[in-house]
């Protein structure tokens, strides 16, 4: 079994900063990609920004220059630095692992969410 715990999420002002962190434990060989996604109220699940094995890191227009990816492969957790904070940033964020499991079987697992909440 895979376990991908999300923290940091809370309520933030317009223009605050936010820390979200994401760690994966269980049976992991490897994790190829990671990412964050978010859902807000009434709209479907959006890719947020990922981040591949060589360290490559690909973000959503609405969050380029804002939000920054980085991980630390020892503790195979992942962080989304979000800064300038918007309403329209208000979500449940979701951390996803892909790769593959110790037994060689592939994995892509989830977390439960954390959620943002941006208003003044």
């Known amino acids: 079994q895979v376990q991908l715990v999300e923290s940091g999420g809370g309520l933030v002002q317009p223009g605050g900063s936010l820390r979200l962190s994401c760690a994966a434990s269980?049976?992991?060989?490897?994790?190829?990609?990671w990412g964050w996604y978010r859902q807000a109220p009434g709209k479907e699940r959006e890719l947020v920004a990922t981040?591949?094995?060589?360290?490559?890191?690909n973000y959503a227009e609405s969050v380029k220059g804002r939000f920054i990816l980085s991980r630390n492969n020892t503790k195979n957790t992942v962080y989304l630095q979000m800064t300038s904070l918007k309403p329209e940033d208000t979500a449940v964020y979701y951390c996803n692992a892909k790769g593959f499991k110790r037994d060689y079987s592939g994995m892509n697992s989830w977390g439960k969410g954390t959620l943002v909440t941006v208003s003044s």
């Open positions: 981040i591949i094995s060589g360290g490559t890191t």
């Open positions: 269980g049976s992991i060989l490897s994790i190829n990609v």
